[in-house]
C-alpha cells in the first residue's frame, strides 16, 4: 500500500489538475441531478446528521448514471448558508471500480460545482502519471450505466 500512496502523491503533483477534471467531467450529470434536490432539505439533513436519508438521496442521484455501488456517498458532509450568497454543500464521495478507488469531495452551489480528490488508489503497481490518468478515465467510462433505450429518445 505504500507504493500505492507514494504513486497517488505523484498523481496529484503532476496530474492532479487531470484527475480532477476528469472526475469533474464525468459528474457533470450527477452534479445537476443533486441540484434537483430542495437545498433547504440537504442542509436539514446534513444538520440533523440523518446520514441514511442523505445516503439514500445522493446514492439515488447516483446510480442514474452509474453502475450500482461505483460512485456514492461516502457518510460526510457539510454545508455553507452565509446571508449574502447562495448556500453550497459539500458532499464526500466514492468511486470504486475497475480497480480503481476515488475518495473526493463535491462541493455543489447553485451554478458551479467543483471536486478536491482526497485520494486515488490503482490495484495495480508501477503506473507512471499518464497511466494513472488514463486508468481513472477508463474506470469512469466502464462504471456508466447502461443507456435506457427510451430514456435516449
Given at each position: 500500500?505504500?507504493?500505492?500512496k507514494d504513486m497517488t502523491a505523484a498523481a496529484r503533483a503532476g496530474h492532479g489538475g487531470q484527475s480532477e477534471r476528469v472526475i469533474a467531467d464525468a459528474l457533470i450529470d450527477v452534479a445537476s441531478e443533486l441540484r434537483l434536490i430542495d437545498v433547504a432539505e440537504l442542509i436539514t439533513?446534513?444538520?440533523?446528521?440523518?446520514?441514511?436519508?442523505?445516503?439514500?438521496?445522493?446514492?439515488?442521484?447516483?446510480?442514474?448514471?452509474?453502475?450500482?455501488?461505483?460512485?456514492?456517498?461516502?457518510?460526510?458532509?457539510?454545508?455553507?448558508?452565509?446571508?449574502?450568497?447562495?448556500?453550497?454543500?459539500?458532499?464526500?464521495?466514492?468511486?470504486?471500480?475497475?480497480?480503481?478507488?476515488?475518495?473526493?469531495?463535491?462541493?455543489?452551489?447553485?451554478?458551479?460545482?467543483?471536486?478536491?480528490?482526497?485520494?486515488?488508489?490503482?490495484?495495480?503497481?508501477?503506473?507512471?502519471?499518464?497511466?494513472?490518468?488514463?486508468?481513472?478515465?477508463?474506470?469512469?467510462?466502464?462504471?456508466?450505466?447502461?443507456?435506457?433505450?427510451?430514456?435516449?429518445?
Amino acid at each position: 500500500m505504500g507504493s500505492t500512496k507514494d504513486m497517488t502523491a505523484a498523481a496529484r503533483a503532476g496530474h492532479g489538475g487531470q484527475s480532477e477534471r476528469v472526475i469533474a467531467d464525468a459528474l457533470i450529470d450527477v452534479a445537476s441531478e443533486l441540484r434537483l434536490i430542495d437545498v433547504a432539505e440537504l442542509i436539514t439533513l446534513i444538520r440533523n446528521d440523518q446520514e441514511a436519508n442523505l445516503a439514500d438521496l445522493v446514492n439515488s442521484s447516483t446510480e442514474l448514471f452509474y453502475r450500482n455501488g461505483a460512485l456514492r456517498y461516502a457518510l460526510s458532509a457539510s454545508f455553507k448558508a452565509p446571508w449574502d450568497a447562495t448556500p453550497e454543500i459539500a458532499l464526500d464521495m466514492e468511486f470504486r471500480y475497475d480497480r480503481v478507488s476515488a475518495f473526493f469531495r463535491l462541493t455543489i452551489g447553485e451554478r458551479r460545482a467543483r471536486i478536491e480528490i482526497a485520494d486515488i488508489l490503482f490495484d495495480e503497481d508501477g503506473l507512471d502519471d499518464s497511466a494513472q490518468v488514463e486508468r481513472l478515465v477508463v474506470a469512469f467510462e466502464r462504471a456508466r450505466a447502461p443507456r435506457n433505450f427510451a430514456a435516449a429518445r
